[in-house]
């Protein structure tokens, strides 16, 4: 057990009260006051036509596989350096990831690598915007238009930043939030897609209940409903979104707190950037953070896995994050192993998050800070 562990689930206001209400009104199933609550919050917030509460953000993107009739021969192109959902959600409808490497600074796709992996089989561009830090969206949107692509925002670090004044997920044709535990606003398992392109809403709205057309019997459209589509049970509990609007309705609040533990790392740090013992990634000024983590890039494998030890034994944990995705056995499986994506290998190998969590307090910061410094010989 860690004494400041690396993520810590919080409680903002008024979850349990608002779960106690979703009882009382008399639905926890799907659908619900609460459910309506985050989709109308969400579509205000991220600019777009429709939202659609999901159980998960690898449900979002699975609902955004099917909606881009990705299929047998189809090609998709993606980062590596992302989780696994960005790629598995098409892989399983028998697409093929084509991973493009990353930037150097933001750690992001990069954009002006993506025409080169373009073949006469690709079908989409899923994007994945790293620690909420937005990709080139312009350019990415352009490149897309031009061959007649669709493009998939994988926001799931991204609630709540920008890009050019535009929120992340309500750009490409289809955006995926997440509201798992770890992200900024939290429900346990929670997820949302965003449907930026009008056409796709109706048959969302059927592939996420079952393949079938009740949504619009629910609205009265028909006298009933039955199977139309292709779907599954991509339909979140009223439970998670009674907790889930406590925390949206405090998002500045939660957005504020987390702005302070971000700039409290970055200023602290700085001294070490300044001396070339690690690098902080950055964002581009036309960006907006939700300060959604703090990440150092460090020399080399072995300095991260010695300051992780070094971490450890102050009782605080620090953890890595994305293996790339086309050296996993399932990458290599769909022809992954050939890509050459130096950038990916180099950064994901030395890359290193600090605790980062709404409770995390000065004190507990501090120390983290402290050992940090001590680790490169700066006192304690
Ligand atoms: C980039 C990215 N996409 C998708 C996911 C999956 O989110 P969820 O756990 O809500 O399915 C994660 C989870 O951390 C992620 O980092």
């Known amino acids: 057990m860690y004494r400041i562990p690396f993520n810590k689930p919080f409680i903002v206001g008024k979850e349990l009260e608002y779960i106690a209400e979703a009882v009382s009104l008399g639905n926890i199933a799907a659908d619900g006051y609460f459910t309506t609550k985050?989709?109308?919050?969400?579509?205000?917030?991220?600019?777009?036509?429709?939202?659609?509460?999901?159980?998960?953000?690898?449900?979002?993107?699975?609902?955004?596989?099917?909606?881009?009739?990705?299929?047998?021969?189809?090609?998709?192109?993606?980062?590596?350096?992302?989780?696994?959902?960005?790629?598995?959600?098409?892989?399983?409808?028998?697409?093929?990831?084509?991973?493009?490497?990353?930037?150097?600074?933001?750690?992001?796709?990069?954009?002006?690598?993506?025409?080169?992996?373009?073949?006469?089989?690709?079908?989409?561009?899923?994007?994945?915007?790293?620690?909420g830090v937005a990709c080139e969206m312009d350019a990415i949107l352009d490149i897309a238009k031009r061959h007649g692509l669709r493009v998939v925002e994988d926001a799931a670090q991204g609630v709540n930043a920008t890009y050019r004044g535009r929120p992340l997920g309500g750009m490409g044709d289809l955006g995926a939030f997440s509201f798992h535990e770890t992200k900024n606003f939290i429900c346990g398992e929670g997820g949302a897609l965003?449907?930026?392109?009008?056409?796709?809403?109706?048959?969302?709205?059927?592939?996420?209940?079952?393949?079938?057309?009740?949504?619009?019997?629910?609205?009265?459209?028909?006298?009933?409903?039955?199977?139309?589509?292709?779907?599954?049970?991509?339909?979140?509990?009223?439970?998670?979104?009674?907790?889930?609007?406590?925390q949206l309705e405090k998002m500045e609040v939660i957005t504020q707190r987390r702005r302070e533990v971000h700039s409290r790392y970055q200023e602290a740090l700085a001294p070490l950037e300044a001396s070339g013992a690690l690098r902080i990634p950055s964002t581009p000024a036309h960006c907006s953070l939700n300060y959604h983590m703090f990440a150092v890039l460090l020399k080399d494998m072995a300095t991260r896995s010695l300051l992780i030890d070094h971490l450890k034994q102050r009782g605080i944990l620090a953890v890595f994050h994305y293996v790339p995705l086309h050296l996993a056995p399932m990458g290599r499986r769909y022809g992954g192993g050939d890509a050459d994506l130096p950038v990916t290998m180099d950064v994901s190998g030395r890359l290193l998050r600090l605790p980062f969590y709404y409770e995390l307090s000065p004190d507990a910061q501090d120390e983290v800070i402290d050992a940090v410094h001590a680790f490169f010989g700066g006192g304690s």
């Open 38 to 131: 985050c989709s109308e919050f969400l579509a205000d917030h991220a600019a777009s036509p429709r939202v659609l509460m999901t159980p998960s953000c690898t449900a979002s993107l699975e609902m955004a596989a099917m909606l881009c009739e990705l299929g047998e021969g189809d090609e998709v192109i993606l980062p590596s350096f992302t989780f696994v959902s960005t790629a598995a959600c098409f892989v399983r409808e028998g697409a093929r990831p084509v991973f493009v490497d990353v930037r150097p600074d933001t750690l992001n796709i990069d954009e002006t690598r993506i025409e080169a992996a373009i073949t006469p089989r690709t079908r989409a561009i899923f994007v994945v915007h790293y620690a």
């Open 194 to 246: 965003c449907i930026n392109d009008l056409d796709l809403v109706e048959r969302a709205e059927i592939i996420r209940d079952k393949g079938t057309n009740r949504q619009a019997f629910n609205r009265g459209e028909i006298a009933k409903y039955t199977w139309v589509d292709h779907g599954s049970s991509y339909v979140p509990s009223e439970l998670s979104c009674a907790f889930l609007w406590a």
